[in-house]
């Protein structure tokens, strides 16, 4: 069972900037693959980042150019740089983690640890 625990959200105005963290334990699988995933209400969970245990990472098309997915191995942290934030990417945002590595960038379902998310607001 991986324990992951995010912060970094909060609100910020159109064009600006947030950083997602996700502090992770509980794991020794090297193979860990961890995402990013956010929900707005009325919306289903939506994929926004990956990155698998070699640090390849996959973006969604709607965030590509703007989000940057990264992971420091030795704080076992995962975090989401958000550049250029605009309104329609409020939503709360989830941390999830897998063992087993993965492929591209996953479903929600192929996920099964989550953390408990953070809320990020972007006002126009």
């Known amino acids: 069972q991986v324990h992951l625990v995010e912060s970094g959200g909060g609100s910020v105005q159109a064009g600006g900037s947030l950083r997602l963290s996700c502090a992770a334990s509980?794991?020794?699988?090297?193979?860990?693959?961890m995402g990013w995933f956010r929900q707005a209400p009325g919306k289903e969970r939506e994929k926004v980042a990956s990155?698998?245990?070699?640090?390849?990472?996959n973006y969604a098309f709607s965030v590509e150019g703007r989000f940057t997915i990264s992971k420091d191995n030795a704080k076992k942290t995962l975090f989401l740089q958000m550049n250029s934030l605009k309104p329609e990417d409020t939503a709360m945002y989830y941390c999830?983690?897998?063992?087993?590595?993965?492929?591209?960038?996953?479903?929600?379902?192929?996920?099964?640890?989550w953390g408990q998310g953070t809320q990020v607001t972007v006002s126009s």
């Open positions: 999830a983690a897998t063992t087993g590595g993965c492929i591209g960038l996953p479903p929600p379902e192929a996920f099964d640890n």
């Open positions: 990155i698998d245990s070699a640090g390849r990472a």
């Open positions: 509980g794991y020794s699988d090297r193979s860990l693959c």
